[in-house]
Each structure stands twice: as C-alpha cells, then as structure tokens.
C-alpha cells in the first residue's frame, strides 16, 4: 500500500532559525502531496499541494515545499521561524477519495 | 460560506451508548471523510464517501457507521461506544479527486468511560 513516512517525531528550532521537515512517500505514479498544519485544539489547515510541474511550490505562512522524485521526498521549508509556527505538522498523499496521513512532525519553537 | 462545520465540539459517553456525530459542509463537495487522532498515530480513516449514496470503509472502520443521503451532510454513528473509541474526530470534505485538498472541520473529541 502506498504511505507516507515522517521520520521526525519532534523538531526543535530557535526562533528566527531555518526550518526543513521531512516527509517521505512509497514509490507510485507522481503522487498528489499536500502539507497541512495543526495548531494545538485546531482543525487541520492546508499550507500547500503538490500535484504536478514545478517541483518548488510555495504555501501560505511563507512555508515552501521541494519535490524530489529521486529521493520519494517532499520536504517542507521555512527561511525564518516565528513562535506562531510552533504546532503540528502533516504531509498526506492523496489516494483517490483518500488522504493518507503519516504520524505527522511536531514543532517547538524556544525564544 | 462555513467550510465544514462539525457537532458537538466535546462530549462524554458512558461505555454501550450510542451517538452520532454530525458533519456539515457548505461547499458542494463531493468528496467527505472521517478522521480520528490519537497521540502518535497521526490520522486515521474510518470512513469515505465519494458522492452521495456512496460509502466506503477506510483503516479502522470497525465500531462506526456512516450514511450519505445527501451532498452536504456526512454523520458517523457509533453504534455501541467502547473506551477505546475515546479520540479526536475529525470531518473533512473536497470538491473532488486528485489535485483537490480536503478541507477540514475543528474536530470532536469524545472521550468514554
């Protein structure tokens, strides 16, 4: 079955640092990829989708994604984190009427 | 527009009860699902639903039941609440296949004793 791997259970970074989650997919078809992020008592937010063409897509919140086929990664980065960014995060694949989610990254953030 | 909204927000069972968890979208999506979320385990799918009148189980459907009689309302029944069934429930909907992205509702959490 195809899944979706994220490596990383929790990530620490200082504020203002850079910031690069992993995210990780079982080989297919070119994948529809989507990020989406968890504030702590909310519902999930979509930040951006892969789906075809540029393999750089920008997001809101000033989030980027990378798809690299060669490596079956879509990683997710930000230049410069704010305390804002501190929540939980997940990169499902989408399988006809499924998402399918792995057990998501979630990030702290210290002053 | 409202997205998905979904009711209640909290709500507390006593093992044996049965509920129904209700989910509403506004957006004439086709497309619904319903998630839990459990510490560790990300989401998981219990139930989905390509259109209306049509069904289908995902990863742990056991213990829950859906129908779909019409486009905007998805409800997830519990038939007889077990503890184990204490979780985040999430709805989410999207207007089709592929390249769309679900939009999701704020979750329910359950919890039963």
């Known amino acids: 079955a195809q899944s979706v791997t994220q490596p990383d259970i929790h990530i620490t970074v200082s504020e203002g640092a850079s910031l690069e989650l992993r995210c990780n997919y079982s080989?297919?078809?070119?994948?529809?990829l989507f990020w989406y992020v968890q504030s702590p008592g909310q519902g999930l937010q979509l930040l951006l989708k892969?789906?075809?063409?540029?393999?750089l897509v920008q997001g809101i919140k000033g989030f980027e994604a990378e798809f690299k086929r060669s490596q079956s990664s879509f990683n997710l980065r930000k230049p410069s984190v704010h305390w804002s960014d501190a929540a939980e995060y997940f990169c499902p694949r989408r399988q006809g009427g499924k998402l399918i989610f792995g057990q998501g990254t979630e990030l702290s953030v210290k002053p | 527009n409202a997205g998905v909204t979904q009711t209640p927000k909290f709500q507390v069972l006593k093992t044996g009860q049965s509920m129904t968890l209700q989910c509403a979208q506004d957006m004439n999506h086709e497309y619904m699902s319903w998630y839990r979320q459990d510490p560790g385990m990300g989401l998981r799918l219990i139930h989905y639903?390509?259109?209306?009148?049509?069904?289908d189980q995902g990863e742990v459907p056991n213990g829950y039941n859906v129908s779909r009689s019409t486009t905007e309302d998805f409800p997830l029944r519990l038939l007889s609440a077990a503890p184990s069934q204490t979780s985040v429930y999430f709805c989410?909907?999207?207007?089709?296949?592929?390249?769309?992205?679900?939009?999701f509702g704020s979750g329910t959490r359950l919890t039963v004793v």
């Open positions: 639903s390509v259109g209306a009148g049509i069904t």
């Open positions: 080989y297919g078809a070119t994948p529809y």
């Open positions: 892969y789906f075809s063409g540029d393999t």
């Open positions: 989410a909907s999207s207007l089709g296949p592929g390249r769309y992205g679900y939009t």
